[in-house]
Nanobody, 122 residues
Framework: VQLQASGGGLVQAGGSLRLSCAAS????????MAWFRQAPGKEREFVAG????????GYADSVKGRFTISRDNAKNTVYLQMNSLKPEDTAVYYC????????????????WGKGTLVTVSS
């Protein structure tokens, strides 16, 4: 599986962005998908995850109520809608795929895409 994230950019605090992650392959719906982020000088951290059929989602406490993960299996794409952005959301955002739902750690994800930079100005 190859993953390509896009949609990052510069936005003011309080604004919104939608990230997209396009996946190759015909078995996209068999993978749980997740977004991680890595801020400068910090470790990569889990942001949001979604099961293969989109029946289950999970979020980091820091983004609950502001971010929404979704997927379109017909388009092999997963999205991250980010609202009410804060300067502390500034990071490189990565999408990742895993055969298992719920094991949201950097060590367990099977595939990673290149990141897209999100910068939130105050």
């Amino acid at each position: 599986v190859q993953l390509q994230a896009s949609g990052g950019g510069l936005v003011q605090a309080g604004g919104s962005l939608r990230l997209s992650c396009a996946a190759s392959g015909r078995t996209f719906s068999s993978y749980a998908m997740a977004w991680f982020r890595q801020a400068p000088g910090k470790e990569r951290e889990f942001v949001a995850g979604i099961s293969g059929r989109a029946r289950s989602t999970g979020y980091a406490d820091s983004v609950k109520g502001r971010f929404t993960i979704s997927r379109d299996n017909a388009k092999n794409t997963v999205y991250l809608q980010m609202n009410s952005l804060k300067p502390e959301d500034t990071a490189v955002y990565y999408c990742a795929a895993d055969h298992l739902y719920g094991t949201w750690s950097t060590r367990s994800m099977d595939y990673w895409g290149k990141g897209t930079l999100v910068t939130v100005s105050s």
